[in-house]
């Protein structure tokens, strides 16, 4: 007799079809919220088997897909169940590279607001200008002309301000994690920090609200690392940097680079920082005086030479009596993004290192 029962339990484990003629007969003796609700407590291991079909089996394809072509039919099919399932109404904006939900009200409007502040920038409003003075903010370039026709002017102030200001700065930082992806600056960096801020006001004869149309955060740090010069890398790895002229494919590329560097020793010499930019830094730690954590220009703001103005006059000032040269190595930037690290090239001159913002305090 419990050898039977054994029989039955083991069956109705085993395969998903013997549920189905065992629930019927169990709904007469056991009552049938009892049973409705365990498939929902069971989602979980019922979700697993069908989704861990599919990624074994793109495993095993992409395995397969190298030797032979068996497999192909069914991975289309697994894949477009895969994003139907993950992204039905997840949007990435392409002006702003925000992610957010399609149709919920609260996404909608948090986006519609960022995209605007990171094409436009942020409103330097009157009352902004009015707390300047108290706030002890300090002009340090005016009626700069861009080549737009509009006017500007570069401003630095401490982050710790508060009022209107501090708010309005607030805003700005949150708006830039968001543009970057970046963590939010801390208490401990925004400590040692200033800002400086590039204020425009657009072309016309009557005075015009001004923007914020560029921000760079400055931070007194002690140490960071050199970025390896393009022959530096091309010598560490010779095959991943020699092949972009092949027209090889970006995933056949990744084969040889993983072949090849336990062979090559200088290549240990190197830390990547973004593989995406072919950034490599050394690793030892140089005296550094001031690191940009933050640097960010509104998008239609972009290819005025705003960034470069603003690196200059911080630069300048950022240590009292003491100019900075980039060129000398005197200044550093957390990992930059693609945009950002084409900016520090070609205002650094080369002379730009890399640092961890957290990791000078
Ligand atoms: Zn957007």
Not at 109 to 138: D, I, N, P, Y
Not at 204 to 228: D, F, L, Y
Request: aromatic share 4%.
């Amino acid at each position: 007799m419990p050898a039977d029962l054994r029989r039955t339990y083991s069956t109705r484990s085993s395969t998903a079809k013997s549920l189905l003629p065992s629930s019927p007969t169990s709904e007469l003796t056991s009552p049938p919220p009892t049973k409705r609700k365990r498939p929902f407590t069971d989602r979980p291991t019922e979700q697993n088997t069908p989704t861990k079909k599919p990624r074994r089996v793109l495993k095993s394809d992409g395995k397969v897909a190298k030797s032979g072509d068996k497999g192909k039919s069914k991975q289309p099919k697994l894949t477009q169940l895969h994003f139907s399932l993950d992204t039905p109404t997840l949007r990435t904006c392409p002006l702003c590279d925000l992610s957010y939900t399609r149709g919920a009200p609260d996404d909608e409007s948090l986006h519609k607001a960022h995209c605007a502040r990171v094409q436009r920038g942020l409103e330097w409003g009157k009352e902004e200008t009015r707390e300047e003075t108290k706030g002890g903010v300090e002009e340090l370039e005016s009626n700069i002309k861009l080549s737009n026709g509009s006017r500007g002017r570069i401003i630095c102030f401490r982050p710790d301000i508060g009022g209107k200001i501090g708010a309005k700065l607030s805003l700005l930082l949150e708006t830039i994690r968001l543009a970057l992806s970046s963590p939010a600056l801390s208490k401990a960096v925004l400590h040692k920090s200033k800002i400086y801020l590039f204020l425009s006001s657009p072309p016309g004869p009557a005075p015009q609200r001004e923007k914020i149309v560029g921000c760079v955060v400055a931070q007194r740090i002690s140490s960071a690392m050199a970025i390896a010069r393009p022959s530096e890398i091309s010598a560490a790895f010779p095959s991943t940097h020699t092949t972009s002229s092949s027209s090889q494919p970006a995933a056949e590329t990744l084969e040889p680079a993983t072949q090849a560097s336990p062979s090559v020793n200088p290549a240990l010499s190197l830390l990547p920082v973004d593989d995406s930019t072919n950034l490599y830094v050394h690793p030892t730690l140089l005296p550094t005086s001031m690191g940009v954590p933050r640097l960010f220009v509104s998008s239609e703001h972009r290819r005025l030479g705003i960034a470069s103005r603003l690196l200059s006059v911080a630069a300048a000032t950022f240590i009292h009596g003491c100019p900075l040269n980039p060129a000398r190595g005197h200044i550093a930037f957390t990992q930059p993004t693609g945009a950002g690290k084409a900016v520090l090239e070609a205002w650094g001159k080369g002379g730009v290192r890399i640092y961890e913002e957290e990791a000078n305090i």
